[in-house]
């Protein structure tokens, strides 16, 4: 492993320069000139405009939609840091795709993260912060280590300021099964009750919501998810703790919003009242719709970059 670079840079590729640059504000320093761009062909092209011999680079890019073309800028820029001396380079992914596909569920199946972990390693990054991977054991796929923050502390803060003393009386929602553990967590630091949607999966980015685990009736509720991708079990989830469970109202919260095809549109017309993002991947999808509210993971991340930097614990961020 080698050790921190004389000193800090900070770069970006396309994904979400913004996120780049608030997170450089809060650290005080200037985002590394570079241009990131594509050839007539659709190939990708990366000029770094500025020493970075012997520093310790932070390369900001979250794999999301275009999310090959977002890859490929990604180890691109990793290899240019490299093959210009740098230091160390670190690979900030605040979205990390390919997460969904962390294991074979039928035959044939490819561990596409496993794969992209490979390449990562490969491009030649020395280290990976990202956050709130959708399956928390693909750090083990990586052979450098891993940093995953969790986006728990910026809702824990959001909602109690929000709620208040109101939180007491407030039921977390698992949207399903696999989501029960983080929304534990966050149920236990609001001091929230829990309850789980119980559902039956029909085919991909469907499914038939069957019953509510818990009791929300006439609760204020929060659905507690790591992503949002075309929303539908969002929705359903939402429309389930209504109609079957009997909750009064409906909040949601998630970490990544992915927003594919439909999603908007069913939110827009969801019983949920608010759903609250965090800004790991860009909210362009999210403009004009008044329900969709974002809150930033920039603070979170300087502070992470700084104290990897300086090389003294990141656990603290945990908490």
């Given at each position: 492993m080698i050790s921190r670079g004389k000193d800090i840079k900070v770069f970006s590729g396309n994904a979400n320069r913004k996120?780049?640059?608030?997170?450089?504000?809060?650290?005080?320093?200037?985002?590394?000139?570079?241009?990131?761009?594509?050839?007539?062909?659709?190939?990708?092209?990366?000029?770094?405009?500025?020493?970075?011999?012997?520093?310790?680079?932070?390369?900001?890019?979250?794999?999301?939609?275009?999310?090959?073309?977002?890859?490929?800028?990604?180890?691109?820029?990793?290899?240019?840091?490299?093959?210009?001396?740098?230091?160390?380079?670190?690979?900030?992914?605040?979205?990390f795709g390919y997460a969904r596909q962390d294991r074979k569920a039928k035959a044939r199946d490819p561990i596409s993260a496993k794969l992209v972990a490979n390449m990562l390693t490969a491009a030649g990054a020395d280290r990976v912060l990202t956050m709130d991977l959708h399956a928390a054991q693909i750090q083990g796929f990586f052979d450098i280590p891993v940093d995953n923050l969790l986006g728990n502390p910026i809702f824990v803060d959001y909602y109690a300021k929000k709620f208040g003393e109101r939180c007491e009386d407030m039921v977390v929602v698992s949207p399903d099964v696999g989501s029960v553990a983080r929304a534990r967590a966050f149920a236990q630091k609001l001091h929230m009750n829990l309850a789980i949607v119980d559902k039956r999966r029909?085919?991909?980015?469907?499914?038939?919501?069957?019953?509510?685990?818990?009791?929300?009736?006439?609760?204020?509720?929060?659905?507690?998810?790591?992503?949002?991708?075309?929303?539908?079990?969002?929705?359903?989830?939402?429309?389930?703790?209504?109609?079957?469970?009997?909750?009064?109202?409906?909040?949601?919260?998630?970490?990544?919003?992915?927003?594919?095809?439909?999603?908007?549109?069913?939110?827009?017309?969801?019983?949920?009242?608010?759903?609250?993002?965090?800004?790991?991947?860009?909210?362009?999808?999210?403009?004009?719709?008044?329900?969709?509210?974002?809150?930033?993971?920039?603070?979170?991340?300087?502070?992470?970059?700084?104290?990897?930097?300086?090389?003294?614990?990141v656990s603290k961020l945990f908490m």
């Open positions: 996120l780049a640059s608030d997170i450089c504000k809060y650290m005080g320093i200037t985002l590394g000139e570079s241009e990131v761009g594509h050839f007539a062909d659709g190939e990708v092209f990366a000029s770094i405009y500025e020493t970075v011999r012997g520093s310790d680079i932070f390369l900001i890019q979250s794999t999301c939609s275009p999310v090959n073309d977002n890859l490929m800028e990604l180890l691109i820029m990793i290899d240019a840091m490299k093959r210009a001396s740098a230091g160390r380079v670190t690979a900030v992914i605040p979205y029909q085919k991909a980015n469907q499914c038939e919501v069957m019953n509510v685990i818990g009791d929300v009736g006439g609760k204020d509720c929060i659905l507690f998810d790591d992503m949002v991708d075309t929303a539908g079990s969002l929705c359903n989830a939402a429309k389930a703790i209504v109609e079957v469970g009997g909750a009064k109202t409906v909040y949601a919260c998630a970490s990544h919003g992915v927003l594919s095809g439909p999603a908007m549109e069913r939110i827009s017309n969801s019983v949920i009242r608010e759903l609250a993002l965090l800004d790991t991947i860009p909210s362009d999808r999210a403009q004009g719709v008044e329900k969709v509210k974002y809150l930033t993971v920039a603070p979170m991340f300087a502070e992470a970059i700084e104290r990897i930097y300086q090389e003294i614990s």
